[in-house]
């Protein structure tokens, strides 16, 4: 079964500093790659998906994550935090023969200091 | 447009009584995901249901959890005689259809069981 890990379960940074949050994924085969994001309260939403083409994938608010089939990784990229930024994030995949299910990392609780 | 719909959104219940978490889709949504996050883990999947079909119920318990998603009428995930490992957060998502299409998530249902 496919697995999704994420590194960094709690990250603390200062405003305008940069964001790297890990992912990597445990399926051989064909995989779409989102990054889900839930602010304080509120529901989860779509930051940013890879489905196919330029493995640079732009998202949302400045978010951009990197594809890299050879390291199985899918790593969420942003160049300067803000501090609405404070949220948890979510990697997920859904594996070439699981449907539409949709397999999550654990999180990661991303808190930035104004 | 309305997003996902979950209600209700806290729900308090005894050992041995049962739960009922009622999810209503998009508007122009006939798939319906459940996924539940146990405290300080990311979101597993449950079921994926289409309008009076059960698609993929990989994720469900064996016991006790039930789903249906009736021609009219929301998507209900329902736990017969609740124990305190049921406490979790119950997350309901809809798409338009297979994976190429969102899913977009409601804001939950906190499942307390006393």
């Known amino acids: 079964a496919q697995s999704v890990s994420q590194h960094n379960h709690h990250v603390i940074l200062s405003e305008a500093a940069s964001l790297e949050l890990g992912c990597n994924y445990s399926y051989g085969g064909t995989v779409n790659l989102f990054w889900y994001v839930q602010y304080p309260g509120q529901h989860l939403q779509l930051l940013l998906k890879y489905f196919s083409g330029d493995p640079l994938v732009k998202g949302i608010k400045g978010f951009e994550a990197e594809f890299i089939k050879s390291k199985f990784s899918f790593n969420l990229r942003k160049p300067s935090v803000q501090w609405s930024d404070t949220a948890e994030y979510f990697c997920?995949?859904?594996?070439?023969?699981?449907?539409?299910?949709?397999?999550f990392g654990g999180g990661t609780r991303l808190m930035v200091k104004p | 447009n309305a997003g996902v719909m979950q209600n209700p959104r806290h729900l308090v219940r005894r050992r041995g009584q049962e739960a009922r978490l009622r999810c209503s889709p998009m508007?122009?949504?006939?798939?319906v995901y459940w996924y539940r996050q146990l405290p300080e883990e990311g979101l597993k999947f449950m079921v994926y249901?289409?309008?009076?079909?059960?698609?993929?119920e990989s994720g469900m318990p064996k016991e006790r959890f039930s789903a249906e998603f009736p021609k009219e009428g929301p998507s209900i995930l329902r736990i017969q005689q609740v124990v305190r490992g049921d406490s979790a957060a119950y997350f309901c998502?809809?798409?338009?259809?297979?994976?190429?299409?969102?899913?977009?998530f409601g804001p939950g249902t906190r499942l307390t069981v006393l």
């Open positions: 997920a995949v859904i594996a070439g023969n699981a449907g539409n299910m949709l397999t």
């Open positions: 508007k122009g949504h006939s798939h």
């Open positions: 998502a809809s798409s338009r259809g297979l994976a190429y299409n969102e899913q977009f």
């Open positions: 249901l289409q309008k009076e079909n059960i698609i993929d």
